[in-house]
């Protein structure tokens, strides 16, 4: 077992993951809005509930209810609205749930889900309808789902999603590694996660020491969407990454009223950069139930891209994208 190095001068994560504001009212009350201000509702907390970190609320500016970091946590009426084409599995994920918290879906790649939980509830995600009562996996599926790894010598890569892989404990993320290690045809270990954006405490000593303990290479695929959510905290931890060797991409989802304009675009691709982050992925909204509200239509897309590619240099510009159900990769967006 690795030793834990503690954190010193500063909440840890743990400290910030058991803090979060779940009430939307003082979340309203912390940033200096009224609740008549926007059209708010409870309503929809009994299906996807409210979290966010207080480090992530204190990036709101202050008395504006259109502040483009709290419209994507907000539960709103909105999310009541039936939207034509939004269903609650866009991606039809069960048809590759082969186990329990195991999605193999591309080839080559397979995602395992550590855990259902996340730092933060973004009212747009593509999961917030998902059976994860059905994907808790015992240790012993767990291990049933590692030896479906290591029967397919084509899987090169596994990918750590969920929910936020990141919101599991050191110890178990280890368990979970020394196992994957040991399967001699893994090459990469993907992590998709929040973290590192809402609650940047998370990338300590001890996590990175833990990932330098394996021969496999470690690429950190974040979720920022606005440039507004990536402060000093955010970009340190994007150093300690870069440091250790971590491979750093981002990927965004378009979304209205929020990224939806070529100088927020802009502002986000710049300062991912200077966080020693590649832009990486832009993708159209995943029309889950619940989220209609945040679509932007494919010509703004198109024409979104277009300003990029004239203002930005090509290695800063995400590749637009768009998940289609039976399709074996990402679909770009021309």
Not at 179 to 193: E, G, K, N, Y
Request: with cysteine.
């Amino acid at each position: 077992m690795l030793k834990p190095i503690p954190l010193h001068n500063q909440s840890s994560w743990q400290d910030c993951l058991s803090d979060l504001i779940t009430d939307p009212l003082e979340l309203l009350e912390l940033v200096g809005i009224q609740p008549e201000q926007l059209d708010l509702s409870m309503d929809v907390l009994r299906e996807f509930p409210l979290r966010v970190p207080r480090s992530f609320v204190n990036r709101m500016q202050q008395g504006n209810p259109q502040d483009p970091l709290l419209l994507q946590v907000l539960p709103q009426k909105k999310e009541l609205t039936n939207y034509p084409g939004f269903i609650s599995d866009p991606l039809a994920e069960q048809q590759f749930n082969p186990k329990p918290g195991i999605l193999h879906k591309y080839a080559g790649r397979v995602l395992l889900m550590p855990t259902s939980s996340c730092a933060i509830h973004c009212r747009y995600c593509f999961r917030r309808h998902f059976p994860y009562s059905e994907n808790r996996p015992n240790k012993k599926q767990w291990l049933e789902s590692l030896q479906y790894i290591l029967a397919d010598p084509s899987i090169t890569e596994v990918i750590l999603s969920g929910g936020d892989p990141l919101a599991i404990s050191d110890k178990h993320l280890e368990w979970l590694l020394e196992h994957l290690a040991a399967i001699p045809h893994l090459q990469r270990v993907r992590i998709h996660t929040r973290f590192p954006v809402v609650i940047p405490q998370r990338i300590n000593q001890n996590f990175c020491d833990l990932l330098a303990h394996y021969q496999l290479r470690f690429v950190v695929v974040l979720h920022a969407n606005h440039a507004q959510e990536l402060n000093d905290e955010v970009k340190n931890a994007c150093k300690i990454l870069k440091e250790s060797g971590v491979d750093l991409f981002n990927q965004s989802v378009l979304l209205k009223d929020i990224n939806d304009n070529a100088q927020a675009l802009v502002d986000l691709s710049e300062r991912l950069f200077t966080c020693g982050v590649t832009p990486y992925y832009l993708h159209l909204l995943d029309k889950v139930k619940g989220s209609g509200h945040f679509n932007v239509g494919m010509p703004i897309a198109k024409n979104l891209m277009t300003e990029l590619r004239a203002l930005l240099p090509g290695y800063l510009v995400p590749t637009l994208v768009q998940e289609q159900v039976a399709a074996t990769n990402k679909t770009p967006v021309l």
